[in-house]
């Protein structure tokens, strides 16, 4: 309970981390919507929030006309002027005019590893802007381009740039189509806002800027026949192609939006491997707290176990969902503060009450014993699919019953989906792989089982392998004195001998046998040793008559008496008794033998068979049974065989 109870406070402390940073909240900065609508118009437009990088020309900008006419090239130099203006510390110009040389002369002779203002010619004739007039197709076809089609039988092709890391665009090509009806002024427009486009990369995306809504800059689509040239477009191009420009954004950032906004969306790759590192490392002390405890039988009641297994899971995939928002995307949290944690806690609450009876009740009447192990595995994560599935379901109508047309819910049920296959799925091979193990234990057990069997074969065998060899070599020289004095004692002692050799020799193969059984092998061995010492040997067995039927090994007895004998009537020169008495107290079963011979030595008793005996018990019984000895108040040793009877 103390890993139950230690696991869910886990869970609730990620759960309500977001709380701890309460003042922040979506989409509202730092000062309370005094951000720069200059700065966040570069922001929504330059960065797409995948890295902190931006496409611009390191080298010189410079433009370099095809079959352009007169009134082209006027065009032209007339916007190279304005750009100049914005930039003043950037080189703009002709291509020619500033290398001396064409592109194409360039590579007509070769001059690729020169060098102009530290800047490599080919590089400055990569990076050139390619404006190329009664241009009804790109050189190269398969190179990546858009197309405006304009009124009047005009038409622009012009090429992607894409993200690069040198000093220039991949490739920056645009061709004018222009029919001989376009005015002059129109003419001039499309060529201006061709060259200002061509200086930046705008990404693609949903900007909440609609007050400009025609400015060159406004998005990543292209509209040279409807546009204005605006303030905030000024102020991107300016700031772009500014020395410091990183510099002075990160500032802006760090002003309007503080430290965490800013280190996510500056270095969004490493904060990102930052983040699932932490979530990992946490998983897993979700997993090490909570595995042993959930895939384990923790409640009586059953429905019980399959609400807190669920409970589990939803806090798990709530609380993380909620702090990998909550790190990774600073501005864009649903749920904040507390209010937050506690809408995910009572939703967690909820749906685990509801998943769990549907799944619990599905399981109980639906699943049967009959069923085979593969159909019933189906059945089981179909089932929690399905149980996950329908009131996610439900509750998803509901919401879009309740949503005023035109506004768009936030639900997201193929995430949810996903979730459900994935945890369906999940709970399938676990399963499986808790068969799997079961089946693996089963029959290690029967291994250990069939073992254990061997073993106590191996030890009766052993027991009836080792009648006394001097015994039988004491026995049969007394049936050779008696044969010439007392022929009845002779025939009485061979007959007990013979009686008890057939005992042996019968159960071979049988591991055990009745008290009744037992006793009278002991019979028959006391009367031959009582034909041996004759009046020196008195013996006396008490057996409960409710007793006679019970089972217990082979040879248990014998080896008590026969230590007896050797060890204590032998060695006396009083009157020798043994007593065995075997009786029940409580469950347990009690034999006990008791001699008055010489009392045993100190230690573990060496007679013979008693470690044979000890061997056949523990096999046998376990810890179940005992042998033990004593001296006082009276000679006995003893086996105890606990709730036996």
């Given amino acids: 309970m103390k890993r139950a109870i230690t696991l869910v406070l886990f869970l609730i402390l990620i759960l309500f981390f977001p709380g701890l940073d309460s003042h922040r909240s979506p989409n509202v900065s730092k000062k309370e919507n005094n951000t720069d609508p200059n700065w966040e118009y570069v922001k929504e437009r330059l960065f797409a929030g995948d890295h902190f990088y931006v496409n611009k020309y390191h080298t010189p900008i410079l433009f370099e006309m095809f079959r352009a006419t007169k009134e082209d090239s006027l065009a032209v130099s007339k916007v190279i002027k304005e750009i100049q203006g914005l930039l003043p510390n950037k080189k703009v ?7 001396g040389m064409s592109s194409a002369e360039i590579r007509a002779v070769g001059k690729y590893d020169q060098e102009k203002d530290d800047y490599n010619y080919l590089d400055l004739a990569t990076a050139a802007i390619k404006l190329k007039f009664n241009c009804y197709a790109l050189d190269r076809i398969n190179e990546r381009h858009s197309q405006s089609p304009l009124k009047d039988g005009n038409q622009i092709l012009r090429t992607y740039k894409e993200v690069g890391y040198t000093r220039y665009f991949s490739s920056n090509t645009v061709c004018f189509s222009f029919s001989e009806s376009i005015s002059r002024q129109q003419r001039q427009s499309y060529i201006r806002y061709e060259m200002l486009r061509s200086l930046c990369d705008i990404r693609k995306g949903h900007h909440v800027n609609k007050k400009t809504k025609y400015s060159v800059y406004e998005s990543a689509a292209y509209t040279p026949d409807q546009y204005e040239f605006t303030s905030q477009d000024k102020f991107l191009l300016q700031k772009l192609y500014a020395p410091d420009f990183i510099d002075q954004f990160k500032s802006y950032l760090h002003d309007y939006y503080g430290f965490g906004y800013t280190l996510n969306f500056t270095n969004p790759i490493a904060i990102t491997s930052i983040v699932f590192t932490i979530l990992a490392i946490l998983f897993l002390g979700v997993v090490a707290l909570g595995g042993p405890f959930i895939l384990g039988t923790k409640f009586q009641n059953q429905y ?5 297994t669920a409970f589990v899971i939803l806090m798990t995939v709530f609380g993380f969902n909620n702090l990998h928002s909550h790190l990774l995307y600073p501005n864009q949290i649903i749920f904040s503060g507390w209010q937050g944690g506690f809408a995910y806690l009572i939703l967690a609450v909820l749906s685990a009450l509801i998943i769990s009876f549907l799944l619990w009740i599905s399981e109980k ?11 019933k595995l189906l059945l089981k994560a179909g089932l929690l699919y399905l149980s996950i599935i329908i009131p996610i379901n439900i509750y998803y109508l509901i919401i879009e019953w309740n949503t005023p047309d035109g506004v768009i819910s936030s639900g997201n049920f193929s995430a949810v989906n996903a979730l459900a296959f994935i945890l369906a799925l999940g709970r399938g091979v676990l399963i499986y792989l808790k068969r799997f193990s079961d089946n693996i234990i089963k029959e290690k057990d029967l291994e250990l089982s069939q073992l254990k069997e ?5 030890a009766l065998k052993s027991l009836q392998a080792h009648i006394n060899p001097h015994f039988l070599y004491n026995s049969l020289n007394s049936i050779a004195e008696l044969v010439h004095t007392d022929r009845d004692k002779t025939e009485q002692m061979a007959l007990s001998l013979s009686d008890l050799f057939r005992y042996s020799i019968n159960r071979s193969s049988k591991k055990s046998s009745t008290l009744k059984e037992e006793v009278e092998m002991v019979k028959n061995y006391l009367e031959i040793e009582k034909i041996r010492f004759g009046d020196q ?12 039927n019970v089972e217990i090994p082979m040879f248990l007895i014998q ?11 032998s060695k006396t020169e009083e009157k020798g008794i043994i007593k065995l008495k075997i009786e029940k107290q409580q469950h347990d079963l009690h034999i006990t033998v008791y001699d008055n011979g010489p009392s045993f030595p100190e230690g573990l008793v ?11 018990l523990s096999l046998t019984y376990g810890d179940q049974a005992t042998l033990s000895w004593q001296n006082r108040p009276e000679k006995m040793i003893e086996i105890v065989i606990q709730k036996h009877l």
């Fill in 93 to 99: 110009g002709f291509f020619d005019d500033y290398m």
């Fill in 304 to 308: 019980l176990n399959y609400c807190f």
């Fill in 559 to 569: 080896p008590l008496i026969e230590n007896a004998v050797k060890h204590g009537i």
């Fill in 537 to 548: 040997l008195d013996y006396n067995i008490e057996v409960e008559h409710d007793l006679e």
């Fill in 365 to 375: 009447y639906l699943i049967k014993e009959r069923y085979s192990f593969i159909y």
């Fill in 454 to 458: 061997l073993q106590t074969q191996t």
């Fill in 606 to 616: 060496s007679g013979y068979g008693l470690q044979m005996i000890q061997d056949v």
